[in-house]
């Protein structure tokens, strides 16, 4: 099986060879049973998938001869895939656990939803390590497809990372611009999920999202959840692609879509759970002036949102062209940063995309089409005076200082 790595590799070295239950959690297709394969062949052991009736049913009613089917001499690796088939799973994994964690080394996973229906974090309090499996972000995009560039980009990553946490000058000058511009249209046009990312043929990746938004309702929505309102879910899931990036108002949707409240909010419940969507709350400190309840919804994969919508133009032909890059930029800080990420709004409406709350210190991030600042950037340099700034558009390269603060002006494909 031809295997492209992943990052999540490095993060899972550290732990294959103590006691915890490694558990991956992610996304449907995210490429959580081709890593679970890959580390088979690489560490040996056995492999199950509780999709598998058979498998299951083994698995959960007599989970002691399950388990003793793939012990060895010595310690050996268990992989089990696809555990939200399983409601007892968290409950079945413990006994696994405390019966053989001597013997077995478990690895377990399941798609997003699987910990909010079976509660399988409950059971493992203090017995696993948690990971989390999303679509390839643009430096693993650029992995698979430009080797060699991917080389460039981690310089770009490293000289970012170094200026957010130390005010390290950006001693890096954009190179292969027009290369770097062509992958990252492919990107935010069919976003990262894997099988999506190998195929080069545009119909072809077209088809292939159309049938993962499918297949999502189908299985994680109407299956796994019990949605039975399709229609209405759809409908929500549509009005927050054509309005990602947007203030979220539960009770404006509610009027405009015709929907309960409630069932708002919990099907955007299940679009978080299922790792969909991300939701980012707004950053505040003046209790009078700035917003502190209303959340922006933001997708976890550009293509999936344009399936979604059944627009796959060209970033060019698009009016929303903002909106898809402001939503990149948002899933590549994450992926740069584990620290809390938020928006800044106040009620005179000045706005900042979104501020990271990196250890000690907070840094706005400003995404335009241009390198034109508007005022309610100014505005937070102002009142909070950050150290460090970072404004992305389509071509300015610079570092200027504005208010004591040093910003960094970069292109997009730079995050």
Request: charged share 30%; aromatic share 12%.
């Amino acid at each position: 099986m031809e295997y492209y790595p992943r990052k999540i590799e490095e993060k899972l070295e550290r732990w294959l060879h103590g006691k915890e239950a490694i558990i991956i959690r992610g996304p449907r297709q995210s490429g959580k049973t081709t890593l679970l394969l890959h580390l088979k062949d690489k560490h040996g052991g056995h492999y199950v998938t509780l999709e598998d009736e058979d498998a299951l049913r083994s698995f959960e009613s007599a989970p002691k001869e399950f388990a003793s089917r793939f012990l060895e001499e010595g310690r050996t690796n268990l992989f089990i895939d696809e555990a939200q088939y399983s409601k007892k799973a968290g409950k079945v994994i413990k006994l696994l656990f405390d019966l053989f964690s001597d013997r077995l080394k478990i690895f377990v996973t399941g798609s997003g939803s699987f910990d909010v229906k079976v509660e399988i974090g409950k059971y493992l309090v203090g017995r696993a390590v948690y990971f989390e499996l999303l679509p390839l972000d643009f430096e693993e995009f650029l992995l698979w497809k430009a080797r060699d560039l991917h080389k460039v980009f981690c310089m770009y990553r490293e000289a970012i990372r170094e200026f957010f946490l130390d005010g390290k000058i950006i001693d890096v000058s954009p190179a292969f611009e027009s290369e770097f511009k062509s992958l990252l249209q492919e990107y935010l046009i069919f976003g990262g999920f894997p099988a999506i990312v190998k195929v080069d043929d545009e119909e072809t990746k077209k088809e292939l999202l159309k049938n993962l938004v499918r297949t999502y309702m189908e299985k994680d929505v109407f299956f796994f959840f019990n949605v039975r309102q399709m229609e209405k879910f759809r409908s929500l899931i549509t009005y927050l692609a054509l309005n990602s990036g947007s203030l979220l108002e539960i009770s404006s949707v509610s009027r405009e879509l015709r929907m309960d409240y409630k069932t708002i909010e919990s099907y955007i419940s299940v679009l978080v759970s299922t790792g969909v969507i991300n939701l980012i709350s707004p950053f505040h400190r003046n209790l009078t002036t700035e917003l502190k309840k209303s959340k922006k919804a933001y997708f976890v994969d550009t293509g999936l949102r344009n399936a979604v919508i059944g627009n796959f133009l060209s970033i060019e032909s698009r009016t929303d062209k903002g909106i898809l890059l402001e939503n990149f930029v948002l899933n590549e800080l994450k992926s740069l940063f584990t620290d809390r990420l938020n928006y800044w709004r106040t009620t005179g409406k000045a706005e900042v995309d979104f501020v990271l709350n990196l250890e000690d210190k907070i840094i706005p991030v400003e995404v335009k089409s241009t390198a034109k600042m508007e005022r309610g950037f100014l505005s937070f340099l102002k009142t909070y005076k950050p150290s460090q700034a970072l404004v992305v558009s389509d071509h300015e390269f610079k570092i200027v200082e504005i208010e004591r603060t040093k910003v960094a002006f970069i292109p997009h494909f730079f995050v």
